[in-house]
């Protein structure tokens, strides 16, 4: 393995800026290095490191989101903490000349929570005046900014029984968002300001990864722990609360997937513990599974001779043993946690896309070739 | 009106016993109905003993259920039928196969049975094997994570 490839040890989330000419990205740790993409957003080897780095977090970054039109960058923790960063000018004097300079500095702004658990996701809405942040306390916080105290409240939803793992905000509909949690249920709200949110419920077979709306919002998917991912229609009915059960259930061959990707209204990526992408694709009106994007199997590695066996009883290496390690030839080496689209069309599809993973490496995939090459 | 009234308040242990005789008696048809075509038609017989798999929680009737299962999968030992017969299956059914596997490589009742000639665990094994390579890993993820499995 080398790791000199993987830009980190390991990462656990990442985010472009709007016209994808930086990103953030959290190397596993309470820290968030901010990059520069030099015009490359699909090749991680020529980002260059910026010297600004978002510190303020004491426990791992579980998310980070950056609003593409406000450029301001969120970001949630397992410290119960979550924190909104605008760019500001700073003037600050130069050691070696003695001048003022001025350079541009991430400022957090504080975002009270009111909540008692780790903080799992956080997604800025499409219009970026609201963000939502799904909790381990079981609450789904809606958070709105408060001019006079000059920080951002949240307004917590607790309908759920367990951890909100995932959120997604409707892409066109104001302020109707989805989100999931270990309870196996999917709650569609609708924030309103003074209003509780009424909401929907959608039973699952297992714990809630993800869920993505489709481009045209209508309809979703969720992908579950369970190796499956179902797409409902989505039909929203605020006035009364019901149960919906009438998803399209697609079981998947591989292991479970923890992030999907819309790339258009027929095709999904889903990426997760299998260590490549996999695609999903609609066949008249149900959904099948179609493949994987990258088809490296795992290798055994090679066996010693049984004289060598004997000696190793004796000899230094004792510990050291090779055996059996297969060593993976798909691009990734580990699972994959976080998944970006870096190109679009001009129907808003996503044409390129970028993924990161346990393994610290970033992959860039390109749509139209992984349709041509995948198979069943 | 009266006999209604006491007949629809059924204590919930009640409930759970006659959801299970329901069970059982579903099981014995199905028994029936894959001897039927044990003989005759493998497929019909796997499909016809994977249908409808018992809900309760009851272990005593998801063994018997799995016996069902058991008879056929021990009649058809060649692989190169295993993988017909599995192909034939579709994804829900393959997975509900899955769960049975595992079932049946429990064989705790037969332990307390003493009645050995009714496992063969390496061909439960081939069964595994094959069916892994066709549905994939994320059967068995599905067999784990399922909280009503057969």
């Known amino acids: 393995m080398n790791k000199k490839e993987a830009l980190y040890p390991s990462i656990s989330c990442f985010a472009f800026n709007g016209d994808n000419s930086r990103v953030a990205i959290c190397p596993n740790n309470s820290t968030v ?72 500095v991430w400022n957090q702004k504080l975002v009270v929570l009111k909540t008692n658990r780790a903080a799992a996701v956080c997604k800025w809405s499409p219009d970026e005046s609201v963000f939502a942040v799904g909790t381990a306390a079981t609450e789904l916080g809606i958070c709105t900014f408060d001019k006079t105290n000059d920080w951002w409240s949240a307004k917590n939803i607790r309908k759920f029984a367990s951890t909100v793992t995932c959120c997604d905000w409707h892409p066109t509909n104001e302020k109707e968002i989805l989100a999931g949690g270990t309870d196996s249920r999917v709650r569609g709200f609708q924030c309103q ?13 297992g714990w809630v ?14 992908t579950l722990q369970s190796s499956t991912i179902v797409v409902y229609p989505y039909t929203p009915d605020f006035e009364n609360t019901h149960e919906e059960n009438n998803g399209v ?30 695609l999903i694709k609609k066949s008249g009106d149900s959904w099948e599974y179609v493949g994987r994007c990258d088809r490296g199997q795992l290798t055994k590695a090679k066996s010693t001779s049984s004289v060598r066996n004997a000696f ?11 055996e059996g390690k297969g060593i993976a030839a798909t691009r990734h080496k580990a699972a994959i946690n976080s998944v970006r689209p870096t190109e679009r069309d001009s129907n808003n599809n996503i044409v390129k896309f970028v993924t990161g993973g346990v393994d610290g490496r970033f992959c860039s995939w390109d749509v139209s070739s992984l349709e041509k090459d995948v198979e069943m | 009106e009266k006999k209604k009234k006491t007949l629809n308040i059924m ?16 099981i014995e048809e199905r028994k029936a109905k894959v001897k039927n075509l044990l003989g005759s038609d493998a497929l019909g017989a796997l499909k016809a003993s994977l249908e409808d798999p018992p809900k309760v929680s009851d272990l005593d009737t998801k063994r018997k259920s799995a016996e069902v299962v ?14 017909k ?56 993820v599905r067999t784990i994570s399922n909280k009503k499995s057969a």
């Not at chain 2, 058991?70 to 993988?83: A, S």
């Not at chain 2, 079932?103 to 061909?123: C, F, G, L, P, V």
């Open chain 2, 11 to 26: 204590s919930s242990v009640e409930k759970k016993e006659a959801a299970i005789a329901e069970a059982q008696q579903k």
């Open chain 1, 209 to 222: 990864l993800d869920v993505k709306f489709s481009p045209s919002g209508s309809f979703f998917a969720v």
């Open chain 2, 70 to 83: 058991g008879e056929v999968l021990y009649k058809n030992t060649d692989k190169d039928d295993i993988e």
């Open chain 2, 85 to 140: 017969l599995i192909n034939g299956l579709n994804t829900k059914e393959q997975d509900i196969l899955m769960q049975y596997l595992y079932r049946s490589m429990e064989a705790a009742h037969i332990i307390t049975n003493n009645d050995w000639k009714q496992y063969n665990s390496a061909i439960l094994f081939r069964w595994h094997a094959t069916l892994l390579s066709i549905a994939g890993v994320g059967s068995i």
């Open chain 1, 33 to 104: 290095h901010i990059y520069d993409t030099c015009g490359k957003p699909e090749d991680y080897k020529a980002w260059k490191k910026t010297d600004q780095e978002l510190l303020e977090h004491d426990l791992l970054v579980s998310s980070i989101d950056w609003a593409p039109k406000t450029n301001r960058i969120l970001t949630c923790s397992q410290d119960i903490n979550a924190y909104v960063w605008c760019e500001e000018e700073e003037e600050y004097k130069d050691k070696a000349t003695g001048d003022m300079k001025k350079r541009m």
């Open chain 1, 312 to 322: 190793k009883k004796f000899g230094a290496n004792k510990g050291k043993s090779t």
């Open chain 1, 249 to 278: 259930e697609i079981p998947l061959p591989t292991l479970p997937c923890t992030q999907l990707l819309f790339v258009r209204d027929d095709l999904i990526v889903g990426i997760g513990h299998e260590y490549s992408p996999i």
């Open chain 1, 193 to 205: 300001k003074k209003k509780q949110p009424c909401g929907l419920k959608y039973n699952t077979s």
